[in-house]
């Protein structure tokens, strides 16, 4: 079994900071790319950024320059901290992680809980 537990959302006021987790654990034996969706109410989700193995990370153009993604391949974690957080930053926050758990496995794609942001004064 894998689990992916997301942490560290909350409320903010408009131009604060927030840096969310999600850490990987269960039977691993090596995770590809980690990364983090978005979905607000009335929304589609949309992707907020990846991060490969390598570190090669991408981004959407909305959250260029005030998110960074980062992982510890370590501690199976990765991390999104969010600068000059805006109104329209409020979403619920999933992490997602392809993960391979044995050898001889297939990569299969495992979500976190999500987590709620939001940006409001």
């Known amino acids: 079994q894998v689990q992916l537990v997301e942490s560290g959302g909350g409320l903010v006021q408009p131009g604060e900071s927030l840096r969310l987790s999600c850490a990987a654990s269960g039977s691993i034996a090596g995770i590809n790319t980690m990364g983090w969706y978005r979905q607000a109410p009335g929304k589609e989700r949309e992707l907020v950024a990846t991060?490969?193995?390598?570190?090669?990370?991408n981004y959407a153009d909305s959250v260029k320059g005030r998110f960074s993604i980062s992982r510890d391949n370590a501690k199976n974690t990765v991390f999104l901290s969010m600068n000059s957080l805006k109104p329209e930053d409020t979403a619920v926050y999933y992490c997602f992680a392809r993960i391979r758990r044995s050898s001889s496995d297939r990569l299969q794609e495992y979500w976190g809980q999500g987590t709620q942001v939001t940006a409001s004064s």
């Open positions: 991060i490969a193995f390598s570190g090669n990370t």
